[in-house]
Structure formats: C-alpha cells, structure tokens
C-alpha cells in the first residue's frame, strides 16, 4: 500500500466557496533518482499541479507523456523508471513552449568552483583582519584568533547538537543554492518547482552549504595564520599583555590552560608567572619580548582547531553532496506520483467516504467525485460507508478500508462546530482503523453558506474555526459546498494541500 504524504496546512485564502489545509504524521517510502531526472521530473509536476487550465500543458499533453513513457519503459521496471522517462518526454513538448523550462533545468544551481571561490574569499578575509595590530605588538590576551576558535567550538556544537541557529544558517543558504525565486506572482510555475526543489532536494542542498561554509571558515582559520606569519617575516613584532583585572599568576593559570594543546604539539612551553609578569604593558612601556613563539602557539590552535575539524567536516559534506546527487529522494507515496504509477499500470484510484452525522446525497458524492477527480484521476473510484451518527465516533474504528484504498475522506458539516469529544474521536477512530491510508477531512459547506449567504464574514469564521482544529489535530482539511462545488478552486485547492 502505498502511504500518503501530508505538508503543513496552507491558508484559507482560495475564493468563497473554498479553504484547503492538509497535512499528515505518516512516515513515508521513497524513490530515488539522480539530481537532474528528479528536477525534470519536478519541472513538470509543477505544470501539472499548478492551474487546471494551463495553455502550456494541456490534459491531451499530460496523457500523451503517460502513453509515450509506458511505451518506451520496459515491463515491470521500477517506478522512478517510468517517472524518469515520462518527463523526459513531457519536455520534448515543454521546452520549446516555456522558454523558462530550458533556462530552469540547465541552470544546475551548483558549481565546483564555488569551491575554490569561497576558499578564497576566506583566505583573502583571514589575511585582511589586523591579527597582529598596526602598533607591531600582541595582546596575548585578546588576540583575534580566540574569537575565531570559540565561534568553532559552537558550530562543532550545533552539527553534534543540532542548535536552531545553525539548523537556520544551514536552511538559508540551502535555500540560495537553490536558485532565487520570481519576483511577483506571474509565475506560479516556477514559485512551485523551486518550491519542490527547496523541499525534496533539502539534503543534497543542505550538504552543499554545509561543504561551502567548512570551506570558508577552514580558508579564514588559514589566512588569520598566514597573515601573523607574513607580517612577522617583514615587521619585527612583540609580545605582551595588559589587564585591569588580572594579576600575572591568573595570566599564566588561563594561558597554560588555553594553550595546552598547542604547547603539547609545537613543544613551545607558556612561560611561567614572573615571566609572564616581565611581560606585562604598562603606560610608558612597551614590549620587549619576541612574538615568534607566541604566534607558532596561536598558529598550532588554529589548526588543532579550525582547520583540521573543518577541513574533516568539509571532507565529509562534499561526499555526501555527492552521494546525495545521484541519489535524490522523491516521495512516491504522494498522491501526483501514485495517480501517475496508476497511469502506467492503468489502475484507478479508490477513495472511501466515511460520513459523520448524516449520510450524503447522491447529489453531493457525484459532486464530491467531481471535486476529487481532478487531483486523483478521472478513473476515480468512490465508495461511501454507513454514517456515523453523533455519540457513536467510537464504532468508526470498525471501519475499515477496503483492499486498494488510496484515500480516506471523513465526511463532516461545516455547520458543527468542531469539538474534541466528536470529531476528535472520530478522526482518532478512523485513523487507528486504517493509519497507513491517508486521511482527508472534508468539511461540507452547503447548509451553512446557505443559512449566512448574506454574512460571508461568518462563512469565513467557522472555516477558520475548523482550519485550527484540524491543525491541532494534524489532519488535512477541505472546505466545498457539494452543493454547488467551485470545480476550479477546488482542484486549486486541493492540488496544493495534497502537495501533487
């Protein structure tokens, strides 16, 4: 069986006669395919899930890719196969009719020489920063190189610990390498593929940026170095240090600690309190020791580290971007994949009606077919269950999805107001029944548009009203009146809550 899968509800805004939210706890299989079939692949999902009449990709295009890609893929080949195959095919008719399509898919988003530039970048902004002073003396005490080392220690902490800050740098930058996004809303197309890409493909960008900034912060660590060393072979630079607070034997105790595992490995020893205290800047004198021993240890800790942990970590990032690229994750439990895998098998979708309170019309399940179709197939095969009267949500659990199922849809009257003790144990009721189908909550708008059609502020209330309760209940939701179903908002409203 396959599983469906379930974004965060979206917002209510879609036109009067219909609000969308969908989402589910499920976890779910995927296929895999290299970076560029699974952006081809994507491209064209966005065409076909982002308006019902759109001029580029007609419904006589959507099924002559299907009949092409059936044909040319071999029987009984694994479904990202197919899926493959069928976009490719899909472009063939695509690409000269969107100039965009071709622009979007040979743009890669990354280049190895992204690399090399960020290595440089950094080296060039390590040796910029003044490490050693314009006054040709070290403070031994607030040397930049301190800096450096603790804003490395709190990013070791968050890839060991996964802090929000460096989970947000991680997501921002992903985000860049993703492509930037149109400006305005004329292009719904491409809002949506780069939206996809951004999602499905968030492990290989997220390792890409983790792979630029190891490279950067590795480059700094390494010129901060190169510049105390460069300016020491032309300048002769001293040592010392100054405190209000601290007296030499303070001095020494953090500097012996701090230095410790540079001191092990150059084998330079931090001097002790008196000549620590010979040392010292005081108003009127300057300082007299040489800096030489002093930026080898500065130099030993920022190897130790910076640049031996970042450039492991760096090591490490670019094998996984490259694991990650020919081995991109496409959900094959959604329902725009499961709808296409029916195609190529010539199956049909099957959706079970599970009422509460009061069976539908016959009116309102053809209409409900209507509504659904679009997003599942016009194939679509619907079944209702016996209503579950108000007092009794518990006997749903008995209702079980017959064999091939592909979605659950519980029934309700936009009319109730949602409570926990009803709905809630309905939707607790059916989802133990059957937890691998997807569950949609759809909410019948008839009676209640009908009763307000003059006050639609009220219309608007009890669907944001049921839009809460559903997310608290981490179902998807769908406001239609069955009555006199808006088929276009419906099936945009639906394909972007379904996620298809």
């Not at 599983?3 to 296929?31: C, E």
């Not at 308006?51 to 479904?79: F, H, K, Y």
């Not at 930037?180 to 939206?195: D, N």
Request: proline share 6%; with cysteine.
């Amino acid at each position: 069986m396959l599983v469906g899968r379930w974004r965060k509800p979206a917002s209510s805004r879609g036109g009067p006669r219909i609000g969308a939210t969908l989402r589910h706890n499920v976890s779910t299989p995927a296929f895999t395919l290299d970076e560029a079939a699974a952006r081809r692949v994507l491209f064209v999902q966005a065409h076909e899930s982002t308006a019902a009449d759109n001029p580029l990709w007609t419904a006589e295009d959507r099924a002559w890719a299907t009949r092409l890609a059936r044909e040319s893929t071999p029987a009984g080949a694994a479904p990202e196969r197919f899926l493959a195959e069928r976009a490719r095919h899909a472009l063939q008719r695509l690409a000269p009719r969107d100039a965009r399509a071709a622009r979007a898919l040979s743009r890669r988003g990354w280049r190895v020489a992204w690399v090399a530039l960020v290595l440089a970048l950094g080296l060039a902004a390590g040796l910029a920063v003044d490490a050693i002073g314009s006054s040709q003396h070290i403070n031994l005490l607030a040397p930049p190189v301190w800096a450096l080392i603790a804003w490395n220690l709190f990013v070791y902490v968050g890839v060991l610990l996964p802090l929000p800050l460096a989970q947000r740098a991680r997501a921002w930058l992903a985000a860049r390498l993703a492509g930037r996004a149109p400006r305005g809303t004329a292009m719904p197309v491409m809002l949506a593929f780069r939206a996809a890409w951004v999602r499905h493909g968030a492990r290989l960008l997220g390792a890409r940026a983790a792979l630029l900034m190891h490279a950067a912060a590795l480059a700094l660590a390494l010129g901060l170095a190169g510049g105390m060393y460069l300016r020491g072979l032309g300048l002769d630079y001293r040592a010392g240090w100054q405190s209000t607070f601290l007296d030499a034997t303070q001095v020494h105790a953090a500097l012996a600690t701090l230095l410790a595992p540079a001191a092990a490995l150059s084998g330079i020893a931090v001097p002790d309190a008196a000549a620590l205290q010979a040392l010292r800047v005081v108003p009127g004198v300057a300082a007299t020791a040489s800096a030489a021993p002093w930026i080898h240890l500065y130099a030993a800790m920022l190897g130790l580290f910076v640049v031996l942990p970042r450039g492991v970590l760096a090591l490490w990032a670019a094998w996984r971007a490259r694991r990650l690229a020919r081995h991109v994750a496409l959900p094959l439990q959604e329902l725009y994949f499961q709808r296409l895998l029916r195609e190529q098998q010539g199956g049909a979708a099957r959706v079970q009606v599970l009422p509460h309170g009061a069976a539908p019309s016959p009116h309102a399940l053809a209409c409900l077919q209507g509504v659904l179709a679009p997003a599942l197939g016009s194939g679509l095969q619907l079944t209702a269950a016996p209503a579950t009267p108000y007092g009794a949500e518990e006997g749903a659990a008995a209702l079980v999805p017959p064999a091939g199922t592909t979605l659950r849809v519980a029934l309700v009257d936009l009319a109730a107001t949602p409570e926990d003790d009803t709905h809630g144990v309905f939707v607790a009721a059916l989802r133990g029944a059957a937890p691998a189908v997807p569950l949609l909550l759809l909410a019948d708008e008839t009676a209640f548009g009908a009763r307000f059609a003059a006050l639609p502020a009220r219309l608007a209330e009890r669907r944001a009203a049921w839009q809460q309760w559903a997310q608290a209940q981490r179902v998807g939701l769908v406001c239609v009146d069955l009555a006199q179903p808006d088929l276009g908002l419906a099936e945009r409203a639906l394909q972007a809550a379904l996620q298809v």
